[in-house]
């Protein structure tokens, strides 16, 4: 492979690590209606995957399982990806393994919540 084939690569590779940070800010914008505070520091967020090719999936959890809101957080989840990308395909699996305890807070939603 010569090195312009590596730097197209890397350039998808690059590409598509942009997009995962620009779906991370977005989803950062996502917040738990009953603590208010957003999806991403509270550590909901397991895994972000972008193929590169207009397929999101995002694996996640909620603070209980028992949410009364979950089907209202996944639904702002996908309508907050398709406002910017339309035509995205958006998978959100709800998961509760592990199971979320507090110590997943990011220190940005400690202080938030004034922990």
Same mark, same amino acid.
């Given at each position: 492979?010569n090195?312009?084939?590596? *730097?197209? /690569?890397? &350039?998808?590779?690059?590409?598509? %690590? @942009? =997009? !995962? $940070? #620009?779906? *991370?800010? /977005?989803? &950062?914008?996502?917040?738990?209606? %009953? @603590? =208010? !505070? $957003? #999806?991403?520091?509270?550590?909901?967020?397991?895994?972000?995957?972008?193929?590169?090719?207009?397929?999101?999936?995002?694996?996640?959890?909620?603070?209980?399982?028992?949410?009364?809101?979950?089907?209202?957080?996944?639904?702002?989840?996908?309508?907050?990806?398709?406002?910017?990308?339309?035509?995205?395909?958006?998978?959100?699996?709800?998961?509760?393994?592990?199971?979320?305890?507090?110590?997943?807070?990011?220190?940005?939603?400690k202080?938030?919540?004034?922990?």
């Open positions: 492979m090195s312009t084939n590596k *730097e197209t /690569i890397k &350039s998808k590779e690059e590409i598509v %690590e @942009i =997009e !995962i $940070d #620009i779906i *991370e800010n /977005i989803l &950062s914008h996502v917040m738990d209606p %009953e @603590i =208010e !505070i $957003d #999806i991403v520091n509270l550590g909901l967020i397991y895994e972000l995957d972008y193929n590169g090719k207009k397929n999101v999936d995002i694996q996640m959890t909620l603070s209980t399982p028992a949410c009364p809101l979950s089907d209202a957080i996944v639904a702002s989840v996908k309508e907050s990806i398709k406002r910017k990308y339309p035509d995205f395909k958006i998978s959100v699996k709800l998961v509760f393994e592990p199971l979320w305890h507090a110590g997943m807070i990011t220190e940005a939603g202080i938030m919540l004034g922990m």
